[in-house]
């Protein structure tokens, strides 16, 4: 019997009040043309109604993959659980779904993608939930938000349990009726491989909760061939769990890319066909983020400042000298930016994404370089929610998970929000002072919390424009200032908060400001040219 089927007859697989669960990042392997059916059949036929979603990571984006936008219908999507959401600048309409969050018709969750990745773990073995520490004292915590994001995410999906003399956090396992996952190609039986995709993300683990619990499995895929003609090594997902087929020939690889075949490892790029961070004050920031490094590093990172990290390392000559890991899967390479993030070019290999996060829940790797919208007295994070400005952030995704046990994180960001900065004479010089403070009392949601990291020993530095700051059981320590920066005017008096000033504050190196290199070492540890401060 073949397991060739239309979009729209997969579509009509879905029942009312299904949970379904969907593998994608963002663009990166959305299963765009079965989520735009069910869209399409809900809107002609009023069904299916009431279902839940689970998206470990994202469904879709702001430029051209809908996604998770497909569902977001009053009547169609009841109840939502995702790593993050759809995203993009203030300045463009809000996606549908934030705007069924803000008007609280949908309960939407943003669980760390990790536990959404281990929660499918644990319904495919038919075991009870996850016991976790990854998300103690931030916002997945039930003694704050409990993952919950409106009012309507009023049915409690975690809580906290006392287990072995230590406290732990709970989240049941939830079944899914139908997952939907993507690949390149499937054979006749429903064999998979993944040699166009930028990352193999959790199709499997997906699958498998969905198989076990006698549920469907919905492929979609660019191609299907014939039986026997697939290599047994190359086949990420087998057969016996794919119920239907989908082709989908025009499916995007990742946001706004047809096809290139760097991302998914079929060809190398020379480093040179890389560009170069342009010289500005991110550009700064990236390269006092870069001086944190060491040779030999694992080193995670994430979107934003921290993403132009390995193009400072590409330019100094230091390429290789640490191995890059990003949540989706890929180790090593070249990471990349704007809307091809969360892909990797010239990538030493491809982890499944839910194993990825199996390493940086546990803090196997050594150093994470991540963003923050907000820091508080505790030198807890936000950046995960803007009440002002819902959909400019993503969510949390896998930030919860990495930051829970990691050795050392670097966050970097704009000290405040609105300033107007340039570089001059080797240092900065703000025109124009900014009227949104970002290291205040306290943050609107906690992502991160320096408590846990205090009271763990994490090593945790917060990098800006204007100065660097280390995290010390009392508090936030400036311990670095930039050059041209006033440190009572322009960093002080521009927290909420009262910060400690270090006895042997430094000079950031003004080899840092200037539009040449900057003379980078990571060779036994960063230096300039022997020299720092």
């Known amino acids: 019997m ?20 969907v593998s994608s990042s963002s663009g990166l392997g959305c299963p765009d043309a079965v989520l735009a059916a069910i869209g399409e059949r809900f809107d002609a036929e009023g069904h299916p109604k009431g279902i839940t979603t689970l998206h470990p990571i994202a469904a879709g984006d702001m430029y051209g993959i809908k996604g998770i936008d497909h ?15 759809p995203s993009g600048p203030s300045s463009s309409e809000p996606p549908l779904i934030w705007r069924m969050i803000g008007d609280n018709s949908v309960a939407a969750y943003n669980v760390p993608s990790g536990i959404l990745f281990d929660m499918h773990r644990e319904a495919a073995a ?11 004292d931030t916002f997945a915590d039930p003694r704050h938000q409990g993952c919950a994001m409106n009012d309507a995410a009023s049915e409690p999906i975690v809580s906290v349990q006392q ?37 193999y993300l959790g199709g499997l683990e997906q699958a498998l909760a969905a198989c076990n619990n006698g549920g469907i499995v919905i492929a979609q ?18 057969g ?15 946001t706004l890319t047809p096809y290139d075949p760097a991302i998914s490892g079929e060809i190398f790029r020379p480093l040179s066909s ?62 990349l930016l704007d809307f091809k993030f969360g892909c990797s070019s010239n990538a030493d290999a491809f982890m499944p994404s839910p ?70 004479d080797g240092g900065i010089r703000i025109d124009h002072e900014g009227k949104v403070k970002k290291v205040v009392g306290e943050v609107e949601h906690i992502s991160f919390s320096g408590k846990r990291a205090v009271a763990q020993g994490q090593d945790i530095t917060y990098v800006t424009e204007r100065c660097v700051m280390k995290l010390t059981p009392d508090g936030l320590m400036v311990t670095e200032l930039a050059p041209g920066i006033d440190l009572e005017r322009d960093v002080l008096a521009q927290a909420e908060i009262p910060l400690g000033v270090a006895n042997d504050l430094k000079v950031t190196p003004d080899a840092l400001y200037r539009d040449r290199p900057i003379g980078l070492s990571l060779n036994g540890g960063a230096s300039l040219g022997g020299a720092h401060g």
Request: hydrophobic share 45%; glycine share 10%; with cysteine.
């Open 2 to 21: 073949s397991k060739l089927v239309s979009a729209a007859q997969a579509a009509s697989l879905i029942k009312d009040g299904m949970v379904v669960s």
């Open 71 to 85: 569902l977001a219908k009053p009547g169609l999507l009841k109840r939502t659980l995702c790593g993050s959401y």
């Open 126 to 136: 038919k075991r009870p939930g996850v016991l976790t520490k990854v998300g103690l």
């Open 163 to 199: 287990f072995d003399g230590e406290e732990w956090l709970y989240f049941r396992s939830i079944v899914p009726h139908v997952s939907i996952i993507r690949a390149t190609t499937a054979d006749e039986r429903g064999n998979l491989t993944y040699e166009h995709e930028g990352a």
């Open 221 to 238: 895929v660019k191609r299907v061939v014939e039986n026997g003609t697939l290599k047994p090594h190359d086949v990420r997902v087998p």
């Open 240 to 254: 016996v769990l794919v119920d239907h087929i989908v082709v989908a020939p025009d499916q995007l690889q990742t």
């Open 274 to 335: 890389f560009r170069n961070a342009e010289m500005n004050v991110q550009k700064v920031i990236a390269r006092r983020v870069a001086m944190e490094l060491a040779d030999g590093m694992a080193v995670n990172i994430g979107f934003g400042i921290s993403a132009n990290v390995p193009r400072i390392l590409l330019e100094e000559g230091q390429h290789g000298k640490v191995t890059w890991v990003i949540e989706q899967g890929a180790v090593g390479g070249v990471p």
């Open 355 to 424: 194993h990825q996060f199996i390493y940086f829940q546990a803090g196997g790797f050594d150093a994470s370089l991540l963003s923050f919208l907000q820091i508080d007295r505790h030198g807890s994070v936000n950046v995960s929610k803007l009440s002002a400005r819902p959909h400019v952030t993503a969510g949390a995704g896998g930030f919860v998970d990495i930051t829970a046990r990691a050795k050392k994180i670097v966050f970097s960001g704009f000290f405040n929000a609105g300033a107007k900065l340039s570089l001059a």
